[in-house]
C-alpha cells in the first residue's frame, strides 16, 4: 500500500463507461493538482524540443483553467527551456499517479510571459520561499566549480530583485489522453479540440 492519496480519490469513479466521465475525472485531477501537493499531478513533466532533441523536466503546476485548457507553470528566463518554448512552442505535458492508477498526456503550445500583466499577478501570488530561486546569481544549468558559491543567502536578498528573472509559462492543450490502468480492463480515451469543437474517442489501451 501507498504511503500517501490523492485526496480526491474517493470522488472519482472505480470503473470508467463513458468517454465524458474520463474528461470529467482528467480536469477534477488538474483543478484539484494546484492546491494539493499530494497529487502528482501537481508536479507534471513538460517536454520540450532542443537542439540536441527532446527535453523533460517536472515543474509545479500552479494554476488550471478548465474553460482554456490552460495549465500554467513557473519558470526562469534564463533556463534553457524558455528558448526551447520560445523556438518552438509545442510540448507536451504528463503525469501519473499511481494512488489513482490515472496518466494524462497533453498536447499543445506553450507561451512564455515575462514582465506583463500575467507575470506580476503570478508574481504578486508567489510566496517568499518561492520568489528567492529567481535570484540565484546566473543562469540555472551552467557549469560551475563551487555549488557553495550558487547558494541562496536569503537574510541577505532583496526578493524583488528576482522577478527580473521570473517567467510564467501558460500552456495551453488541444488534445489530452487519459489511461486507467485497472486488472478487469484498462480504458484509454482522447480528447481533441479543433477550435473549441470538442471530439473524443476510446482507444485500445
Ligand atoms: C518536484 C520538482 C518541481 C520543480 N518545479 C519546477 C518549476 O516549477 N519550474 C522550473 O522551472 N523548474 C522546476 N523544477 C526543476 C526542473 O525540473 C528542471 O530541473 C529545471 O527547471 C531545469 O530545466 P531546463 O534545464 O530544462 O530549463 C522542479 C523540479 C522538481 C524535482
Known amino acids: 500500500m501507498l504511503g500517501y492519496t490523492t485526496t480526491i480519490m474517493q470522488d472519482l469513479p472505480s470503473h470508467y463507461d463513458s468517454l465524458e466521465q474520463t474528461l470529467q475525472s482528467a480536469e477534477s485531477i488538474l483543478e484539484d493538482a494546484i492546491r494539493n501537493a499530494k497529487n502528482l499531478f501537481h508536479t507534471p513533466v513538460i517536454s520540450s524540443h532542443s537542439a540536441e532533441g527532446i527535453q523533460t523536466r517536472t515543474v509545479v503546476l500552479r494554476d488550471f483553467i478548465k474553460d482554456s485548457r490552460i ?19 509545442a510540448a ?9 492508477k490515472i496518466q494524462l498526456r497533453m498536447l499543445g503550445l506553450a507561451e512564455v510571459h515575462h514582465r506583463d500583466a500575467v507575470t506580476e499577478a503570478a508574481w504578486a501570488e508567489t510566496r517568499e520561499m518561492s520568489k528567492e530561486c529567481y535570484s540565484v546569481a546566473d543562469a540555472p544549468g551552467l557549469s560551475i566549480d563551487d555549488p557553495n558559491a550558487f547558494d541562496i ?18 500552456f495551453q492543450f488541444d488534445s489530452l489522453e487519459f489511461l486507467h490502468l485497472k486488472g478487469s480492463g484498462h480504458r484509454r480515451a482522447k480528447h481533441v479540440w479543433l477550435n473549441n469543437d470538442l471530439s473524443s474517442s476510446w482507444l485500445i489501451p
Do not use: W
Open 71 to 89: 495549465i500554467r507553470f513557473h519558470t526562469d528566463l534564463r533556463s534553457p527551456k524558455v528558448a526551447e518554448l520560445q523556438a518552438n512552442p
Open 92 to 100: 507536451t505535458m504528463q503525469g501519473y499517479d499511481p494512488s489513482i
Open 153 to 170: 543567502d536569503a537574510k541577505n536578498l532583496d526578493l524583488e530583485l528576482g522577478y527580473a528573472n521570473f517567467c510564467v509559462v501558460l
